[in-house]
């Protein structure tokens, strides 16, 4: 071995101690400081040999020198010598990320991650080079707490060309974002939106009456209804889904674009690399229809009562505004988290509703009660409706369209979780499905069971805090309020009518199979009768 050689081991050696204790390398100058050392490489062999390919041909060789002696190095550092090395996992996960976005492209997610908790019997599981699973609840206020050091996964927001409220990882910008999105879901601000809610649930309603009992797939006409909702409150757009004339195609660039978005945003170099690679043709799809839908908001000024009515104001404490990449990045928000989860969480709860008929009937009751006293059913008189609210609260704790949950980074300083220390600037996620299924925190977790949310059995829940269906601290759900204020109605309606009856077209086997989690939860179709109740 020539010193030359030597020399490309040294440095590969080099480059892992310098490159291994940094938190978040930035990918862009690694390739750079690469690439240019290679260019300086390259003409210094050219001086001396003044040979293209004798130069090229021994500076190929020292690359692969190079980079099997650094991958070498970094495989067995992350395998042996990381301080996550003492938490069970997988070994394929401790080696690459490549682990986890294979996780989020086959769509098994949530369930994935129960099962690595379950076969290493931990609280804490390594899932990546620098990162674990926690099921705990232990992690959910020390994990969570203040302004917690936001998840490299959160990065995939390049994506759109920009970051959005979920997405912004820096807190001198999240803020006065939070507050201009908090100011759109103000309780006064319900007034004007809780009335065309109603009158998109009463198209609903009429949409279902029309089946005569037919069997139909509910997902779908959920969709529309969700869909419906979240274009007029968001763009003062009548998307027409329930109508008939609507995009049909639209959520299908949704789906295809989420499940783009969790391969992605497992892969960090990836990630960084967004702005200078080309769009994927799903990706470009979903984007311009959003753009399109802002478009024709924008024209419509800020008199319109809507949610971006407010993100046209700037912020009122630092009159920070958002700029128009902001903006259309928002609006692919809006569009995702407005639509796609209230969708899968209210297809769920239908089908639990379908095949727990002791759960439909007891709802039915208390329904009739209300309407019994002559109280309409409306967003007002549901939101006191022990029973249904109930039924929501257990439906968003096993049926969560997030079964993943959310990611944090721990403070530098590293933190103490369920009696294991783990280090700072770690990646960290609280799984949903795992946390809230958790026998220890929630009595026959697998079981759908609303009258724990009662007093009728307050045994079913045993630690409140595991309850986080919407997230928990500085980035929780801001639209909490209007996806209950569209479940409620929607949910006693229907049921006030119909009795729910899984259709001869439902097989158990094709819904698992077609239930994806990658990153948000997509659910296959469902197929239902909606019977005319006989009292």
Same mark, same amino acid.
């Given at each position: 071995?020539?010193?030359?050689?030597?020399?490309?081991?040294?440095?590969?050696?080099?480059?892992?101690?310098?490159?291994?204790?940094?938190?978040?390398?930035?990918?862009?100058?690694?390739?750079?400081?690469y690439f240019s050392a290679n260019t300086?490489?390259?003409?210094?062999?050219?001086?001396?040999?003044?040979?293209?390919?004798?130069?090229?041909?021994?500076?190929?060789?020292?690359?692969?020198?190079?980079?099997?002696?650094?991958?070498?190095?970094?495989?067995?550092?992350?395998?042996?010598?990381?301080?996550?090395?003492?938490?069970?996992?997988?070994?394929?996960?401790?080696?690459?990320?490549?682990?986890?976005?294979?996780?989020?492209?086959?769509?098994?997610?949530?369930?994935?991650?129960?099962?690595?908790?379950?076969?290493?019997?931990?609280?804490?599981?390594?899932?990546?080079?620098?990162?674990?699973?926690?099921?705990?609840?232990?992690?959910?206020?020390?994990?969570?707490?203040?302004?917690?050091?936001?998840?490299?996964?959160?990065?995939?927001?390049?994506?759109?060309?920009?970051?959005?409220?979920?997405?912004?990882?820096?807190?001198?910008?999240?803020?006065?974002?939070?507050?201009?999105?908090?100011?759109?879901?103000?309780?006064?601000?319900?007034?004007?939106?809780?009335?065309?809610?109603?009158?998109?649930?009463?198209?609903?309603?009429?949409?279902?009456?029309?089946?005569?009992?037919?069997?139909?797939?509910?997902?779908?006409?959920?969709?529309?209804?969700?869909?419906?909702?979240?274009?007029?409150?968001?763009?003062?757009? @009548?998307?027409?889904?329930?109508? #008939? /004339?609507?995009? +049909?195609?639209?959520?299908?660039?949704?789906?295809? %674009?989420?499940? *783009? $978005?969790?391969?992605?945003?497992?892969?960090?170099?990836?990630?960084?690399?967004?702005?200078?690679?080309?769009?994927?043709?799903?990706?470009?799809?979903?984007?311009?229809?959003?753009?399109?839908?802002?478009?024709?908001?924008?024209?419509?000024?800020?008199?319109?009562?809507?949610?971006?009515?407010?993100?046209?104001?700037?912020?009122?404490?630092?009159?920070?505004t958002f700029t128009q990449t902001d903006?259309?990045?928002?609006?692919?928000?809006?569009?995702?988290?407005?639509?796609?989860?209230?969708?899968?969480?209210?297809?769920?709860?239908?089908?639990?509703?379908?095949?727990?008929?002791?759960?439909?009937?007891?709802?039915?009751?208390?329904? @009739?009660?209300?309407?019994?006293? #002559? /109280?309409?059913? +409306?967003?007002?008189?549901?939101?006191?409706?022990? %029973?249904?609210? *109930? $039924?929501?609260?257990?439906?968003?704790?096993?049926?969560?369209?997030?079964?993943?949950?959310?990611?944090?980074?721990?403070?530098?300083?590293?933190?103490?979780?369920?009696?294991k220390f783990i280090p700072g600037n770690?990646?960290?996620?609280?799984?949903?499905?795992?946390?809230?299924?958790?026998?220890?925190?929630?009595?026959?977790?697998?079981?759908?069971?609303?009258?724990?949310?009662?007093?009728?059995?307050?045994?079913?829940?045993?630690?409140?805090?595991?309850?986080?269906?919407?997230?928990?601290?500085?980035?929780?759900?801001?639209?909490?309020?209007?996806?209950?204020?569209?479940?409620?109605?929607?949910?006693?309606?229907?049921?006030?009518?119909?009795?729910?009856?899984?259709?001869?077209?439902?097989?158990?086997?094709?819904?698992?199979?077609?239930?994806?989690?990658?990153?948000?939860?997509?659910?296959?179709?469902?197929?239902?009768?909606?019977?005319?109740?006989?009292?």
């Amino acid at each position: 071995m020539d010193a030359v050689t030597l020399t490309a081991v040294a440095v590969a050696i080099a480059a892992q101690l310098y490159i291994s204790p940094i938190p978040e390398v930035s990918t862009i100058k690694v390739l750079l400081t690469y690439f240019s050392a290679n260019t300086v490489l390259f003409l210094c062999l050219f001086a001396t040999a003044s040979q293209i390919l004798g130069s090229i041909s021994r500076l190929t060789f020292l690359n692969v020198i190079f980079l099997s002696t650094a991958t070498t190095l970094t495989l067995i550092r992350r395998l042996y010598f990381s301080p996550l090395s003492s938490f069970p996992g997988p070994k394929l996960a401790a080696l690459s990320n490549l682990y986890k976005a294979n996780i989020y492209r086959t769509g098994t997610g949530g369930k994935a991650l129960l099962e690595l908790h379950e076969k290493y019997n931990s609280d804490i599981v390594r899932v990546g080079p620098n990162e674990v699973s926690i099921r705990s609840v232990d992690a959910v206020d020390k994990i969570f707490k203040g302004k917690y050091p936001r998840g490299t996964f959160y990065e995939v927001g390049a994506i759109n060309g920009a970051y959005n409220l979920n997405t912004q990882r820096n807190y001198e910008v999240h803020t006065p974002w939070r507050r201009i999105w908090e100011k759109a879901f103000g309780s006064a601000e319900f007034k004007d939106y809780n009335p065309r809610v109603e009158l998109h649930v009463s198209k609903f309603i009429e949409v279902i009456r029309k089946t005569e009992g037919e069997e139909v797939n509910v997902t779908k006409l959920l969709e529309n209804l969700v869909f419906d909702i979240m274009a007029d409150l968001s763009f003062g757009h @009548d998307a027409g889904m329930q109508d #008939g /004339k609507g995009d +049909n195609e639209y959520m299908d660039f949704v789906h295809k %674009y989420m499940a *783009a $978005v969790g391969v992605i945003a497992a892969l960090r170099p990836l990630c960084q690399l967004l702005p200078l690679l080309p769009e994927t043709s799903d990706v470009r799809d979903f984007r311009l229809r959003g753009e399109a839908l802002l478009a024709k908001r924008q024209k419509l000024g800020t008199s319109r009562k809507d949610i971006f009515r407010h993100l046209l104001y700037p912020d009122p404490v630092t009159n920070a505004t958002f700029t128009q990449t902001d903006l259309n990045s928002n609006a692919n928000l809006v569009i995702v988290a407005g639509s796609d989860t209230t969708t899968t969480t209210l297809t769920q709860i239908f089908r639990m509703l379908a095949i727990e008929t002791r759960v439909l009937k007891k709802l039915q009751e208390e329904i @009739d009660v209300v309407c019994g006293e #002559g /109280k309409e059913l +409306n967003i007002q008189t549901t939101t006191k409706m022990s %029973y249904l609210n *109930a $039924v929501i609260n257990e439906g968003l704790r096993l049926c969560n369209p997030l079964p993943t949950g959310s990611y944090a980074g721990t403070y530098p300083q590293g933190v103490e979780v369920a009696g294991k220390f783990i280090p700072g600037n770690v990646q960290v996620m609280v799984p949903h499905l795992a946390l809230m299924t958790d026998e220890r925190y929630f009595s026959k977790g697998w079981e759908f069971i609303p009258e724990r949310w009662t007093e009728e059995w307050s045994d079913g829940v045993k630690e409140r805090k595991a309850f986080i269906p919407f997230g928990y601290g500085a980035h929780s759900c801001v639209g909490k309020q209007l996806a209950l204020n569209e479940m409620r109605p929607t949910i006693a309606r229907l049921v006030r009518e119909f009795d729910i009856v899984l259709g001869d077209s439902y097989d158990e086997k094709i819904w698992v199979e077609e239930w994806k989690d990658h990153a948000v939860l997509q659910v296959g179709k469902l197929w239902v009768h909606f019977a005319k109740r006989t009292r």
